[in-house]
């Protein structure tokens, strides 16, 4: 009985609860355990029993999937095997047989080392241009918002006009009308001697480095932490007595001074180089081509317009409540906007903002057609070359890929630090 | 409703997938009979008895028989530029014209008798040779220059040269550049992907300069007017189009200048596919039968006249019936797989090659170019028939 | 708010309200326009902005010389269409417009039904707010119809409005029991209009202008939706083989721009397939279409998925339902409901992107305009200031119009609302 008992000792809890909680081993009590037992470990036919069906229906997508892309693998190399282009990435050794415009690729550098320049290119692009598009989309976002009737319509306008044509359009017309029009090399403008602007390159005052300026850029790195502490305890002061802390004023002070002090210990690390013409040639400063800046203003223009309507409707979103309350608080517009509702739009508007920066970088390989070399152009020069399509276009997706990635977490780890904590 | 809807999304599917085999159908060109691996071979059949296929680097190049295959098709698969004025572009109608256009048709006329029997399919820059490789065309007229690197690299075979192009270069008459020496830190256009970057960038050596390429001819003729580049390198029958077309607004022609130098040799012709040499052999001699009519003085408008000439030269390249002292009557058969009189097929479509190149490229047309190394030989050019016997 | 931009935002109601309804006249410019100092000073310069660009706006249109339209509009519209062949298209045109017509009534007699039977007011749209709605559209057709050198499109033009408001009555008459295989209908039109642009071995690989970009943006969606549809469920399965495949194509594809899929469908595919399979340009394109908008609806379903509130989906279970049919009968319809406006922000988008394909080659209306320039009268003049407008234009009213029906759609549909 007891061994029984042991045995049955799992089933009974179930079986006594059934029985009405006698734990006597009667033979009602064995029928009704062994009942219990058989239908807890009761299992299915295999072909309704869902564990196995899990697994089977697991293997058979992918043996499936796998299937199909040894085939496409299977075509692939075979036919380039038949016309004879090479499989491999050997070919990144090569020259590529034409020079860049911009920079010192001749015709003999390795096409790597071409990319490498286009891939410069495309990040020149997008780091100038996606703070640029974010300052000009918020602008606008609110501007469209204003009571001035006039500046609502003409943010409206703006809007509703880039948003719906296709961004090569927006380029196009950007190369024409804005870059193209400018006067030529041998005419150019000069601003003050500070700025040459012509029609193939807008080139600034810039710094050249001088001996000991890597010291100095150490000096400038501890300056920004010891201002980062100075932006902790001002705004621990601020919270301990409510004094006002204004710590952006003490952060950026005391790098300027650090900066000042370093400057003139190390004596003048970094110097003003003006940009000088010379017939066609350019020394210092620092220069964009053309085609960079059309490519900046088309894009800028496009994508903040999309950034235009995600904050819009982000700040509409923002809880009518908020600006009442505000409003009750005597806040000015300006006021409102930046202490109330701004910071809790730019928590929506986050998201989608951050596919538009994808979207941005995605746009940068229109450079092609109006010839600046970032890295798509680059890529079509060289299989125009006759360099092998297949493994170009990877190297082309990848170098886009990591891109997004690197983008798409930056942005993220923001917007996870902005999300609110909701059920 | 749900079932119905389903129903209904598959079935439009479906009828999509089956137009989708339906136009890849009609656009199959060449079909491998079985793909050969490395190490087997397939002759291919010409009337002269079987010849071994040329392989290309790397590779087997497919054994075809393109001329069965274009005359079962009933069409030729012609690949052709759509945006060079001149040689191959769209009119306003949207129908395919140039000299490159007019050398598809007579090789139509050749091949199935009917000038008109053709696909055009317009290609880049970049897709023209993989089109080629694939099957997807069967012959490339689209100002394409012959080199040692597409006859071996490229798996093309090149046929007789239908205009000597050069290279040159267009710079505004203002600037007073004499010769590319004159042009350090110039800054040139050019279009992505041709020889055309290659060879400017050979040519200025250690001359510095900066090379803006266009993926877009018309993107990049507006830079070059804007003055984004003072020189445009381009082949110099495209620069002439240009030039002579100059709004009298901007100065006119003589506003720009085509330097004297040609520095690179830009031999246009038609291009085929490795491996079948009975195709490439056709494609040939069907321009050279254009520069031979030329020769004989035959015209698009005056074949009929000659049916009659004792010229035994002229007949057997007409086709006609010759009989010899003993009263025999023979027809010329060249064996290259034509019927004969394609000859008169094909001048009575396009013309001889003075007539195409009045019609498309000549000193009455926008782009004004004189005959010069496309000439006949005996009036100083390059142009020379071998002879059809 | 539409589309793929805010389609995550939920704007309540009252905020789309004006802040102060009501102010007439001189009150009116006190509040809006001269509130403050700046406020006066900036409607001063934006006065002058606005005259500017109007100034610039009526010398373009009255001063330009509009030749290269005129004579290049056929080579715009439909690319290398044989001539005489033109027929197709118009007729193709017709059969469009009959279908909106017949769904337009269709939708107004549901609605009107619905409305008796709830007894809420409703009245059909005149057609002075159709107008009123669609007016970039009419003044599109407006631009095209004055360019045209011969009288056959205003005829085509007709015959396009008759048989919209044919189709208008017929659906309008049509009884609800017909009404419910409205789709089929749908279908076997949308079928006549294929065989009627198709017919005559005229392959869709000899289609351009517009007509390409209209086809490669409907074809492409129509084709990526099923694929979308079974990536969306695969990336929210539970078994980790197929949420992992669902999961690399989209981040993938969702990771590369449009132009780099093109340059392998028009470079790699022929690799790809097996020798002897030879598909033509617009085919390559539209493969590379159909793969790289799959991933975007993959992601705006699973949207929709998303927003299906979980009480539905445990009440079904509660109810009995298996997976399939919790799927089919509850899930699917009110999930692909809610993703209206992001699909149709995903159609525009991808209308908009179909003018990449001239960068492999192929003459849509970007193409023909460039094709335009090139030719010989019209030569190195400069007139891309003339054809880009126009080509932006038409872009431009396409796209507005679909966001402003999606908006609509969307309100009253009542999406994110219930």
């Not at chain 1, 309507?309 to 908020?322: T, W």
């Not at chain 2, 030329?294 to 000659?306: A, K, L, R």
């Not at chain 3, 039109?189 to 351009?208: F, K, N």
Request: include cysteine; proline fraction near 5%.
């Amino acid at each position: 009985m007891d061994r029984w008992r042991a045995a049955l000792r799992p089933a009974l809890p179930l079986a006594t609860n059934h029985l009405g909680g006698d734990d006597k081993v009667t033979p009602q009590l064995i029928s009704v355990v062994t009942s219990t037992v058989a239908q807890q470990t009761a299992r299915p036919p295999w072909w309704r029993d869902i564990r196995i069906l899990r697994v089977v229906v697991q293997v058979a997508a992918t043996a499936v999937i796998g299937l199909i892309l040894y085939v496409l693998w299977f075509n692939l190399t075979n036919n380039m095997r038949r016309i004879g282009i090479e499989l491999g990435f050997d070919f990144l050794q090569q020259p590529v047989g034409v020079s860049v415009t911009g920079s010192d690729i001749s015709a003999g550098s390795a096409v790597w080392r071409a990319l490498v320049v286009g891939i410069k290119n495309t990040f020149a692009l997008v780091v100038v241009g996606l703070p640029l598009l974010t300052i000009i989309g918020v602008l606008v976002g609110v501007a469209r918002l204003s009571t001035n009737w006039l500046v609502a319509k003409a943010a409206t306008i703006y809007v509703e006009t880039l948003r719906n044509i296709p961004p090569l359009l927006v380029i196009l017309v950007a190369f024409f009308v804005g870059i193209l029009p400018l006067p030529t090399i041998q005419d150019p403008v000069e601003i003050f001697d500070l700025a040459i602007v012509n029609n193939r390159f807008i080139a600034v005052t810039g710094f050249t480095a001088n001996p000991g300026f890597s010291t100095f850029m150490w000096i400038m790195l501890g300056a920004l932490v010891v201002s980062a502490i100075v932006w902790r305890w001002r705004t621990a002061v601020f919270d301990a007595s409510g004094k006002p802390h204004h710590r952006v004023l003490w952060s950026l002070g005391v790098m300027l001074g650090l900066g000042v002090v370093g400057f003139l210990v190390i004596g003048r690390p970094f110097e003003l180089s003006k940009p000088v013409l010379d017939g066609r040639v350019l020394t210092g400063g620092y220069s964009g081509l053309g085609g960079y800046f059309a490519m900046l203003v088309a894009l800028v223009l496009y994508t903040a317009s999309h950034v235009a309507e995600i904050v819009r409707g982000s700040i509409l979103a923002v809880p009518k409540g908020q600006t009442e309350a505000a409003n009750a608080l005597a806040l000015s517009g300006f006021q409102r906007l930046r202490h109330v509702t701004l910071p809790q739009a730019m928590r929506i508007a986050l998201p989608p903002t951050i596919n538009q920066y994808l979207n941005y970088v995605k746009n940068t390989s229109l450079g092609i057609a109006v010839g600046y070399s970032e890295v798509t152009l680059i890529a079509f020069q060289a299989v125009g070359n006759g360099r092998p399509a297949p493994q170009m276009v990877l190297i082309l997706m990848a170098s886009y890929l990591v891109f997004s990635l690197v983008i798409s977490a930056v942005v993220n780890v923001l917007n996870r630090r902005l999300q609110l904590v909701t059920q | 409703m749900k079932t119905t809807k389903l129903l209904a999304v598959l079935a439009a599917l479906a009828l999509v997938l089956a137009a989708c085999t339906e136009a890849a159908d009609t656009t199959t060109t060449l079909g491998d009979p079985g793909t050969t691996e490395a190490g087997a071979e397939e002759p291919t059949t010409t009337a002269g008895g079987g010849e071994e296929p040329t392989t290309t680097a790397g590779g087997q190049a497919p054994a075809g028989d393109t001329l069965a295959e274009v005359q079962s098709r009933g069409a030729l698969n012609c690949g052709v530029n759509d945006a060079v004025p001149g040689f191959g572009f769209r009119d306003p109608d949207g129908n395919f014209v140039g000299f490159d256009i007019d050398f598809c048709k007579a090789v139509a006329a050749a091949v199935l008798g009917d000038p008109e029997a053709v696909e055009y399919v317009p290609l880049n820059a970049q897709q023209r040779f993989t089109a080629l490789q694939s099957g997807e065309i069967d012959v490339l007229i689209r100002n394409t220059t012959w080199t040692s690197s597409r006859d071996g690299g490229e798996g093309a075979t090149f046929a007789h040269t239908t205009f000597f192009d050069g290279q040159g270069m267009m710079v505004r008459a203002e600037d007073g550049f004499a010769s590319i020496d004159d042009m350090a830190n110039t800054s040139i256009c050019s279009l992505t992907g041709t020889t055309t970057e290659q060879n400017v960038t050979d040519r200025f050596g250690d001359v510095p300069f900066e090379l803006l390429t266009f993926e877009d001819n018309e993107v990049l003729q507006q830079a070059f007017l804007a003055g984004q580049c003072d020189g445009w390198t381009s082949d110099k029958s495209q620069l002439a189009g240009v030039r002579s077309n100059f709004p009298d607004t901007e100065g006119g022609p003589d506003a720009l200048t085509i330097l004297d130098e040609t520095f690179s040799k830009e031999p246009l012709g038609p291009a085929t596919r490795d491996g079948d040499t009975q195709w490439s052999q056709i494609i040939d001699w069907v321009v050279i039968a254009i520069i031979q009519a030329e020769e004989f003085g035959i015209e698009s408008g005056n074949v009929d006249t000659f049916a009659d000439t004792e010229d035994v030269n002229i007949r057997r390249f007409l086709g006609l019936e010759i009989e010899d002292d003993e009263g025999n009557v023979t027809v010329f058969e060249s064996g290259l797989g034509l019927e004969p009189g394609w000859g008169a097929d094909v001048i009575a479509a396009v013309g001889n090659y003075a007539e195409i190149y009045a019609r498309n490229v000549g000193p009455d047309t926008p782009l004004g170019l004189e005959r010069g190394p496309n000439s006949l030989w005996t009036d100083g050019g390059l142009l020379y028939a071998p002879p059809y016997r | 708010m539409t589309a793929s931009d805010t389609v995550d935002i939920q704007i309540p109601e009252e905020s789309l309200q004006p802040i102060e309804p009501g102010l007439r006249g001189w009150a009116w410019v006190r509040r809006h326009l001269v509130s403050t100092w700046y406020n006066a000073v900036l409607t001063l310069f934006m006065a002058g902005v606005f005259a500017v660009a109007l100034w610039w706006v009526v010398r373009f249109l009255f001063v330009t010389d509009f030749e290269i339209l005129r004579v290049n509009l056929a080579l715009m519209m439909v690319g290398g269409f044989p001539r005489d062949q033109l027929w197709r298209p118009s007729a193709a045109l017709i059969i469009t417009a009959l279908l909106i017509g017949v769904i337009a009534g269709m939708a107004t007699a549901s609605a009107l039904e619905r409305a008796r039977q709830s007894e809420v007011e409703f009245t059909a749209a005149g057609p002075l707010t159709l107008v009123r709605r669609f007016w970039p559209l009419l003044v599109f057709i407006v631009a095209v119809l004055l360019l045209t050198q011969t009288l056959t499109p205003w005829l085509i033009a007709g015959a396009s409005l008759v048989s919209g408001v044919g189709g208008y009555s017929i659906g309008r008459v049509l009884p609800s029991a017909v009404r419910r295989f409205g789709l089929v209908l749908v279908v076997v039109l949308l079928v006549a209009i294929y065989a009627v642009l198709s017919g005559g071995g005229i392959g869709w690989d000899q289609w351009g202008g517009l007509q390409l970009n209209v086809f490669l943006t409907v074809a492409g969606i129509a084709l990526a939706f099923p694929l979308g549809l079974l990536l969306a469920l695969g990336r929210r399965s539970t078994l980790p083989a197929l949420r992992v495949a669902s999961v690399a194509y989209i981040e993938f594809i969702r990771g590369v721009p449009l132009i780099t899929l093109l340059l392998m469908g028009i470079f790699v595919i022929g690799f790809f397939l097996p020798s002897g399979l030879r598909p033509g340009n617009v085919t390559r394109v539209l493969i590379a279409i159909t793969l790289f908008e799959s991933a975007y609806i993959a992601e705006v379903v699973r949207g929709g998925l998303q927003s299906v509130a979980k009480g539905q989906v445990e009440a079904a279970q509660a109810v009995g339902l298996s997976p399939w049919k919790n799927m089919r009968l509850i899930v699917l319809p009110q999930a692909l409901r809610n993703t209206i406006p992001a699909m149709v922000g995903q159609f525009i988008s991808l209308f908009k992107d179909t003018t990449l394909v001239i960068i492999v080659g192929m003459i849509d209306i970007l193409g023909a305009s460039q094709a335009a320039n090139a030719q010989a009268p019209f030569l190195a003049q400069g007139l891309h200031l003339v054809t880009l407008p126009f080509v932006g234009f038409a872009f431009w009213v396409g796209s507005y119009t679909m966001s402003r029906e999606a908006r609509r759609l969307e309100r009253k549909l009542g999406v994110g609302e219930r």
